[in-house]
């Protein structure tokens, strides 16, 4: 068998769905044995568990072998970030750090293995892009956010201090406070005991939540859905030029084409 034989079988084999399944169940199950490691289990059951963890290991190694190789271009495997971030994972596993001082670290890096599912998902890899593209307007409305939550600790700090210190004790305490409310836990035993104090202090509350909770969510969620149509857009045009389809681009430079040919034609005549 030569080499470009191998390439092609591991290529179909790479872009098998159900080999990609399996990864994903093998990632799963791998979870679910890190997970075991902390209850209080026997021995026996120990041992058999770092069995398990070590095969599990080997088994991503080939796994990421047969991608490489069944990579066309392997310049540009590496290029591919997710790619590059399951390289390291498997080979910081294989190193031999079980009894060392940074056994903390090698079991860090097994539990960051479940991650490796979002490189085999292509649906939770254009989630994942859609989040960090939006990452720069969602910074505008992180800043908004943390004006109001400003705005709000002082006026908690300077009425509510004398009355819950703490809770309103100073404007850091008070966010934290207001963070708690933000979230509903428990905020209503917060302000029914504001209310015993300032009756009408019950505006204080609901008009923060609603700016906050109620407003800047519908805002997040906006900016996340519009990043995501775009993301699924671009997905779309890369797989119509891939399967040859003629984008919208194409057919008004056909038009144009067509419209100048027919212009001399006329001229012509």
């Given at each position: 068998?030569?080499?470009?034989?191998?390439?092609?079988n591991f290529?179909?084999?790479?872009n098998?769905r159900?080999?990609?399944?399996?990864?994903v169940?093998?990632?799963?199950?791998?979870?679910?044995?890190?997970g075991?490691?902390?209850?209080?289990?026997p021995p026996q059951v120990?041992?058999?568990?770092?069995?398990?963890?070590?095969?599990?290991?080997?088994?991503?190694?080939?796994?990421?072998s047969i991608?490489?190789?069944?990579?066309p271009d392997?310049?540009?495997?590496?290029?591919?970030?997710?790619?590059?971030?399951?390289?390291?994972?498997?080979?910081?596993?294989?190193?031999?750090?079980?009894?060392?001082?940074?056994?903390?670290?090698?079991?860090?890096?097994?539990?960051?293995?479940?991650?490796r599912?979002?490189?085999?998902?292509p649906?939770l890899?254009?989630?994942l892009?859609?989040?960090?593209?939006?990452?720069?307007?969602?910074?505008y409305?992180?800043l908004?956010?943390?004006i109001?939550?400003?705005?709000y600790?002082?006026?908690?700090?300077?009425?509510?201090a004398?009355?819950?210190?703490?809770?309103?004790g100073d404007?850091?305490?008070?966010?934290l406070?207001?963070f708690?409310?933000?979230t509903f836990?428990?905020w209503?035993d917060?302000?029914?005991?504001?209310?015993?104090v300032?009756?009408?202090?019950?505006?204080y509350?609901l008009?923060?939540i609603f700016l906050?909770?109620?407003?800047?969510?519908?805002m997040?969620?906006?900016?996340?859905?519009n990043v995501?149509?775009?993301e699924?857009?671009?997905?779309?045009?890369?797989?119509?030029?891939?399967?040859?389809?003629?984008?919208?681009?194409?057919?008004?430079?056909e038009?144009i084409?067509l419209?100048?040919?027919i212009r001399d034609?006329?001229?012509?005549?």
């Open positions: 068998m030569t080499f470009d034989t191998l390439q092609d290529y179909r084999l790479r098998n159900m080999f990609e399944w399996f990864v169940g093998i990632i799963i199950f791998s979870a679910l044995v890190i075991a490691k902390t209850y209080d289990i120990l041992q058999l568990i770092s069995w398990l963890d070590s095969g599990i290991t080997v088994f991503f190694l080939i796994e990421i991608r490489f190789i069944g990579e392997k310049r540009n495997f590496f290029k591919n970030p997710w790619n590059l971030f399951d390289t390291l994972i498997v080979v910081i596993s294989l190193i031999p750090i079980q009894d060392s001082e940074m056994a903390l670290i090698g079991r860090l890096i097994r539990i960051f293995r479940v991650l599912m979002v490189s085999i998902i649906e890899r254009l989630l892009n859609s989040l960090i593209k939006a990452l720069p307007q969602l910074g409305v992180i908004l956010m943390f109001i939550f400003y705005i600790a002082a006026v908690g700090a300077s009425f509510f004398h009355i819950n210190e703490t809770l309103w404007i850091s305490i008070a966010m406070t207001l708690r409310v933000m836990e428990d209503t917060v302000m029914y005991e504001t209310m015993a300032y009756s009408f202090s019950w505006a509350y008009s923060f906050t909770t109620f407003a800047f969510l519908n997040v969620i906006g900016i996340v859905v995501m149509e775009a699924h857009a671009d997905e779309r045009k890369e797989q119509d030029m891939a399967d040859g389809v003629p984008t919208i681009e194409d057919l008004h430079k038009i084409e419209k100048a040919l034609q006329h001229t012509h005549r």
